[in-house]
């Protein structure tokens, strides 16, 4: 075993292999982003109001003064009907009153025509098995399971294409 002298000062140099990674873009193939039209049956039941109207002709056959102007009874039109009878003397006889009321009924009715639907299609032509498409899975179309904000390219321009 040699000593070393401390007044000497041996330089040594370390050494060490390093791994660099090159990195370059190829074609893996392409997609093709299209949409469809397809035309889905819309139905839509909805209760429909009207009203009817019904008259009432009830017979007075009374000798009055005067005559009254029409009036309202709760829901009800009054409408006096006078008529002047020849007698010794004239005089005014209210003859009848006739009752309008209105009474709403409500109809079910049904509208019928045929609705269009865009719907997205997704084609990896050269099988590159990159393309994947989610879907929905709760009843909110914009919640969507594992969907990033920052996915991959292909995954952007599907995203895109849907906005």
Same mark, same amino acid.
């Given at each position: 075993m040699t000593k070393l002298d401390p007044d000497k000062t041996e330089i040594l140099e370390l &050494?060490? +292999?390093?791994?660099i990674a090159h990195k370059e873009l190829r074609d893996m193939g392409e997609i093709v982003v299209r949409t469809e039209v397809d035309d889905v049956p819309? &139905?839509? +039941?909805?209760?429909?109001y009207r009203e009817e109207v019904f008259v009432e002709h009830e017979p007075v056959g009374q000798v009055v003064s005067e005559r009254d102007e029409p009036w309202t009874d709760d829901d009800i039109l009054i409408v006096p009907v006078y008529e002047e009878q020849l007698v010794v003397t004239k005089r005014l006889v209210l003859r009848e009153r006739i009752r309008i009321r209105r009474v709403g009924t409500t109809d079910r009715q049904l509208f019928q025509d045929t609705l269009r639907r865009e719907r997205l299609v997704v084609e990896d032509p050269s099988n590159t098995g990159l393309v994947h498409e989610q879907y929905p899975t709760s009843q909110s179309d914009e919640e969507v399971v594992d969907s990033p904000r920052d996915g991959s390219f292909l995954e952007n321009i599907v995203r895109k294409a849907l906005e």
């Open positions: &050494r060490e +292999e390093q791994l819309g &139905r839509l +039941e909805v209760d429909a």
